[in-house]
């Protein structure tokens, strides 16, 4: 199952998959609808393409039904596409040692993508590309709740013997940062159901007009 994470003003998401040309499909799909979800002003059609290529070009050149991962990171102005593999093979643009299929498909990551590269890792490779992206209204609402969220729990530190052991992540700081918020609104003599049906609307009516 996919994994997502907000850490340190960066969005991360994480697809394990198996190589085969239907899971391509699928990965394409779920990529579309994670940017979607985090608003990102990027052109889907370039971003569906660099996944395919690199995704597919697990399936040719580690072995079809390999498992692989394609991690998706937006930090800054940049997305980041990773896929991982068991295979350390490496890839080059020149044609020496590589058919003529794969020269095209890393031509085009270096000519669709700002940057590329690939690198050796513990279990394998990876091979990334970096794409230019605009931060939407949902991408800066996450920014924004990213950064409140770190000074929350940084506040908190002091406080909490389990901070201290590094266990409290950022999920467990929203929770008590929105309990706060809902003492705090019983305090002012406003009912904390009214106040979350109120959020809860203001959020479907950003999430539908984006």
Request: glycine share 8%.
């Amino acid at each position: 199952m996919p994994g997502y994470e907000v850490t340190e003003s960066r969005l991360r998401c994480v697809h394990p998959f198996e190589a085969a040309p239907a899971e391509v499909r699928l990965l394409r799909r779920a990529t579309v609808k994670q940017l979607e979800r985090w608003g990102m002003s990027v052109a889907a059609d370039q971003v569906e393409l660099l996944v395919t290529e690199l995704a597919t070009n697990v399936v040719k050149h580690v072995g079809e039904g390999a498992s692989a991962t394609l991690i998706l990171e937006w930090r800054g102005e940049r997305l980041r596409l990773e896929v991982h593999d068991k295979s350390q093979a490496m890839p080059s643009l020149s044609t020496a040692g590589c058919d003529e299929e794969c020269g095209r498909g890393l031509h085009l990551l270096s000519s669709l993508a700002l940057d590329w590269g690939a690198e050796l890792t513990s279990a394998g490779k990876a091979v990334w590309c970096e794409v230019a992206v605009g931060a939407g209204r949902a991408c800066l609402r996450v920014e924004r709740a990213v950064a409140a969220l770190e000074k929350y729990q940084r506040s908190d530190y002091a406080l909490s013997p389990q901070a201290k052991a590094g266990n409290v992540v950022l999920e467990e700081s929203a929770i008590e940062l929105i309990a706060d918020l809902l003492h705090w609104t019983a305090a002012r003599g406003q009912d904390p159901d009214d106040f979350l049906d109120r959020v809860q609307m203001r959020y479907e009516n950003e999430v539908g007009a984006a």
